[in-house]
């Protein structure tokens, strides 16, 4: 999404027709304010979208319009999710991204805009059970030294403050975002209230590091941060979009050479993973995510036991 408040898809990215702009930006929009869907939700609809139309844009060899759009059959909807899976894109973000465009197409069949029903015959691909991958500590320590950069510069002084945040203390990425100035955790404040998924508030602990690079931001932040505003703002000075985390995490895959599965979530899975191996309670660890269920935190201990099984085959002589 756009570096702001505002939901739409990224000018440089894609190249639409204006009709068709104009009903994304709607559609996005809906999704956030009337229906009030959470950030990273947004950002997935814009970037499943975003992909669809660079596809069909490629094929078309110009901007497609709406009427490209109405023009889809089930034979074309299958063969961009092909294409995605040759970029190696797993079954779980293709269900996802499809039920994101059924979802985006409805919309545009109740707003009388477009009407097809060409993607509700593309069966949904089998999603089955999958680990988490979290980074290594060294990886993980080199994306959050990857984000600091010259002492004056307040946007890699941010991005420090949220790659901290993510890996430090295990937040989600709307998490870290939707932090108020009241409650930044600067110097000396080693505890952070965090409300989660349905509202649901927990403690979580900020590391020294973590409360220097905030306070750096703050220092060094040209916007003025209202005590019940955000603490982390874009480059425009309204509320930081999760699109751009995404973005920072993107480049920092390409020049550290880190793996697709390097995101912004992995840092908080390598959070879980990493206390669990340094041999952290799974109690404990389940109330720094702030999960429901214990079942849902000892994924880690599967995480945990196939890294010791590879450590084991690597290491031992008769492996």
């Known amino acids: ?35 009030d869907r959470a950030d990273n939700t947004l950002v997935a609809y814009e970037r499943d979208l975003r992909q669809l139309l660079t596809w ?3 094929n078309l060899q110009r901007p497609p319009a709406l009427a490209d759009l109405a023009g889809l059959d089930a034979r074309q909807f299958r063969r961009f999710l092909a294409s995605r899976r040759q970029a ?26 477009a009407r097809n029903r060409a993607i509700q015959q593309v069966s949904r691909p089998r999603v089955g059970y999958g680990l988490p991958k979290p980074l290594t500590v060294e990886k993980a320590a080199a994306v959050v030294d990857g984000g600091m950069a010259a002492d004056l510069d307040w946007v890699a ?20 975002l939707g932090i108020a100035r009241r409650d930044a955790p600067i110097e000396g404040r080693e505890v952070l209230r965090v409300v989660g998924r349905g509202g649901k508030e927990r403690l979580v602990p900020v590391l020294p590091v973590t409360q220097a690079a905030v306070t750096r931001y703050v220092a060094l932040c040209p916007y003025p941060l209202a005590p ?90 008769r492996a």
């Open 1 to 35: 999404m756009r570096d702001s408040e505002t939901p739409g898809l990224d000018e440089p990215d894609v190249a639409v027709a204006q009709d068709l702009r104009a009903a994304a930006d709607a559609w996005l929009a809906h999704m956030a304010h009337d229906l």
């Open 56 to 58: 069909m844009e490629r």
């Open 88 to 113: 190696k894109v797993g079954s779980r973000s293709l269900a996802r991204s499809l039920s994101g465009l059924r979802t985006f197409f409805g919309w545009l069949e109740a707003e009388n805009m």
């Open 157 to 176: 002084a941010r991005d420090t403050a949220v790659l901290l945040l993510l890996y430090g203390s295990g937040l989600r990425i709307s998490e870290a």
């Open 228 to 317: 019940d505003g955000p603490l982390l703002l874009g480059a425009k000075g309204g509320r930081l979009s999760p699109r751009i985390v995404q973005r920072l995490m993107e480049r920092l895959r390409g020049v550290l050479g880190l793996p697709d599965t390097a995101t912004p979530h992995a840092l908080r899975h390598s959070f879980a993973t990493h206390l669990l191996s340094a041999g952290a309670d799974l109690r404990q660890i389940q109330e720094l995510l702030g999960h429901a269920s214990l079942s849902t935190t000892q994924i880690y201990t599967e995480v945990d036991r196939e890294r010791l099984l590879a450590v084991y085959d690597k290491a031992h002589p």
